[in-house]
């Protein structure tokens, strides 16, 4: 099957129009959904403990269904999409593989991924509009199960906010407002920081802003990172940095640890995982901080963005795909195997109903003064807006860094900067043999 033709399975009307055939002609096994008589199945997966939820498998349903599913560990990122495509290419691909939401793109238009729809689409009611999206990349294929997702929220030190006279922030413009106050009243203070070491963070904000990076006009590719919605971000973004009312650090670094840790910077928007990481950066601030909605870019909006994130999905090279599939819906919305993974994997569940049970129940140690923490979490996640991910995500991510990076240090142009991560994107796209829309 030509490079062309595979790269038009990707989204939309166009994976519609080709998916069901096209996806069988470029070589799903025959015997893909033929189950007779005990199966093994192998699962690629970063999350730890992971082997420890698949024992419930095996001695559970899996033991009942002649089902067997070995966990084997792999590195995350590019470097497991790397490793998944090298593999289908020999077709020897694994069963199964945890996937992040941004390279469900990359490993469907390279005919990685089986579309599942008829085994698991039962299990949509189990997640939020936009959280399932994700997997069908806009079409009526579904070609994972969600996992653990990462909506965002906004974080804040509680105790200095009320020393300083704050207001949480309901508004963007209330949050810029925030960032000067403080500035006048502690100078040595910053309210937070715009960090360009984490293209996830500025993707979930433009996500939140309405902002759709990838989508198909026809038959083509369109591509919009530096559309409306994301320059108002961007423009915001690097106004605040620019005047100096935030830093324009990098997050993850000692420095950034110690400005959380002593107080210096008193505020962060993230996601849902963020206790995990305060716990280790901020240690001595326990107790002390908030979370509340993300800022809204309106008094009327209700949105978040999701930073983070990933699925279980089947792949075409997969003998026993119905097998699969019944795991990965298991292992994804069964009660006591997303207990298993918030126990043993620290996830937070994309399945709505187990973000309020098991171990949701009680707020995470280090916000014990929040009890609300994880209802708050749950309506909050109900809110994520729809993405739109492409083929080739990891060069969009690379170019921030870069472009991002420089403009956050010398406090120079955002736009400018955006304007050359849709540059970078849309050249190697045409460069792959992607068709892309003028």
């Not at 996937?99 to 469907?108: D, F, K, N, R």
């Not at 901020?282 to 870019?297: I, R």
Request: glycine letters at 8%; a negative charge; charged letters at 20%.
């Amino acid at each position: 099957m030509p490079n062309t033709m595979r790269r038009r399975l990707v989204t939309m009307s166009v994976a519609v129009a080709l998916g069901a055939t096209a996806l069988t002609a470029c070589g799903s096994s025959d015997d893909g959904d033929a189950q007779s008589g005990p199966v093994s199945l192998t699962y690629w997966t970063w999350t730890p403990g992971m082997d420890k939820v698949v024992d419930l498998w095996n001695e559970g349903p899996g033991k009942e269904q002649q089902i067997t599913v070995t966990v084997k560990k792999q590195a995350s990122g590019d470097t497991l999409v790397t490793k998944i495509l090298t593999a289908h290419k020999a077709g020897k691909a694994p069963d199964l593989v945890q996937a992040e939401y941004q390279a469900l793109p990359t490993l469907v238009s390279n005919d990685a991924l089986a579309d599942i729809s008829d085994k698991v689409g039962d299990a949509q009611d189990k997640f939020a509009e936009g959280v399932w999206q994700q997997t069908t990349l806009g079409t009526d294929a579904v070609y994972a199960v969600p996992q653990d997702i990462g909506p965002m929220m906004f974080y804040y030190r509680e105790d200095l906010f009320e020393e300083y006279g704050l207001k949480v922030p309901h508004t963007w413009d209330e949050f810029a407002e925030t960032a000067r106050a403080l500035k006048k009243k502690a100078p040595d203070k910053d309210l937070t920081t715009f960090s360009a070491n984490d293209s996830g963070l500025f993707a979930g904000l433009a996500q939140q802003a309405g902002a759709r990076w990838w989508t198909t006009e026809g038959e083509q590719w369109k591509v919009g990172i530096n559309d409306a919605a994301t320059k108002k971000v961007a423009e915001f973004w690097g106004g605040l940095v620019k005047e100096g009312a935030i830093d324009n650090q990098p997050m993850y670094t000692p420095a950034w640890n110690k400005a959380l840790n002593t107080g210096r910077q008193i505020a962060w928007v993230s996601a849902v995982w963020a206790p995990g990481t305060l716990t280790t950066a901020a240690p001595d601030t326990k107790g002390k901080w908030a979370m509340a909605p993300l800022p809204q870019w309106t008094d009327s909006e209700n949105v978040t963005g999701s930073w983070g994130g990933s699925s279980t999905a089947v792949t075409t090279d997969s003998k026993n795909q119905d097998a699969a599939a019944k795991f990965a819906a298991w292992l994804n919305t069964d009660g006591d195997a997303l207990n298993a993974l918030a126990k043993e994997s620290g996830i937070y569940p994309a399945s709505s109903a187990a973000q309020l049970s098991g171990a949701f129940t009680t707020p995470p140690e280090y916000f014990s003064n929040q009890a609300d923490f994880y209802t708050e979490a749950a309506e909050i996640a109900k809110t994520t807006a729809p993405s739109a991910w492409g083929p080739n995500v990891n060069v969009a991510y690379t170019t921030f860094k870069d472009a991002f990076g420089a403009a956050a240090k010398n406090k120079s142009d955002f736009t400018a900067a955006l304007d050359t991560m849709q540059e970078d994107t849309v050249a190697d796209m045409k460069k792959q043999g992607f068709e892309v829309a003028e």
